[in-house]
T-cell receptor, first 111, second 115 residues
Framework: DGGITQSPKYLFRKEGQNVTLSCEQN?????MYWYRQDPGQGLRLIYY???????QKGDIAEGYSVSREKKESFPLTVTSAQKNPTAFYLC??????????FGEGSWLTVV | GNSVTQMEGPVTLSEEAFLTINCTYT??????LFWYVQYPGEGLQLLLK?????DKGSNKGFEATYRKETTSFHLEKGSVQVSDSAVYFC??????????????FGQGTTLQVKP
């Protein structure tokens, strides 16, 4: 089975902890993205990467970090500096023609 | 800056009713326009897209026409089903960014279809 795989589906974070969300793709696309979704709101871009070993901040990068050491992987770390991390996180890949496709998402809850 | 505005939800319809979800945008240049659908607890799925003025995107009975003169991309379906109940997002490609693929989303419109 191919596509975009996010894990875990559900994650709980204690105050002061860093947590990492995984995003893997086997579709051989260069561009990958992380979006955040809050209830009743649209999606906001956290980070994006257009090529291995390079990534750029999106609109709400504060409190997050990423790496892009391999083409197929783009993990997102939610650091303790992110004061309101409870949200639904969506990884996506970019294809030609400005079209992006999303993974199934990961729910992060602070406990 | 670029932005997308969708009609307020929730929208509640009976099965087989006609659906319209309004979407208007503000953008410089000629962005591509998209509709995504999100079922409960899932990621977003691309429903349809249009890349230039007067293009009509269509999929699964849904349609939307890129209207540059009214800066709109309204989503329509002639006869909705209970299985169409979901949240629908309108989006545009941000041409102001060097990053192709960055999208700007509306806030989403919840559709509930009753039997």
């Amino acid at each position: 089975d191919g596509g975009i795989t996010q894990s875990p589906k559900y994650l709980f974070r204690k105050e002061g902890q860093n947590v990492t969300l995984s995003c893997e793709q086997n579709l051989n696309h260069d561009a990958m993205y992380w979006y955040r979704q809050d209830p009743g709101q649209g999606l906001r871009l956290i980070y994006y990467s257009q090529i291995v070993n390079d990534f750029q901040k999106g609109d709400i990068a504060e409190g997050y970090s990423v790496s892009r050491e391999k083409k197929e992987s783009f993990p997102l770390t939610v650091t303790s500096a992110q004061k309101n991390p409870t949200a639904f996180y969506l990884c996506a890949i970019g294809t030609g023609g400005n079209t992006i496709y999303f993974g199934e998402g990961s729910w992060l809850t602070v406990v | 800056g670029n932005s997308v505005t969708q009609m307020e939800g929730p929208v509640t319809l009976s099965e087989e009713a006609f659906l319209t979800i309004n979407c208007t945008y503000t953008a410089t240049g000629y962005p591509s326009l998209f509709w995504y659908v999100q079922y409960p607890g899932e990621g977003l799925q691309l429903l349809l897209k249009a890349t230039k003025a007067d293009d009509k995107g269509s999929n699964k009975g849904f349609e939307a026409t890129y209207r540059k003169e009214t800066t709109s991309f309204h989503l329509e379906k002639g006869s909705v089903q209970v299985s169409d109940s979901a949240v629908y997002f309108c989006a545009l490609s941000d041409l102001s960014s060097s990053n192709t693929g960055k999208l700007i989303f509306g806030q989403g419109t919840t559709l509930q279809v009753k039997p």
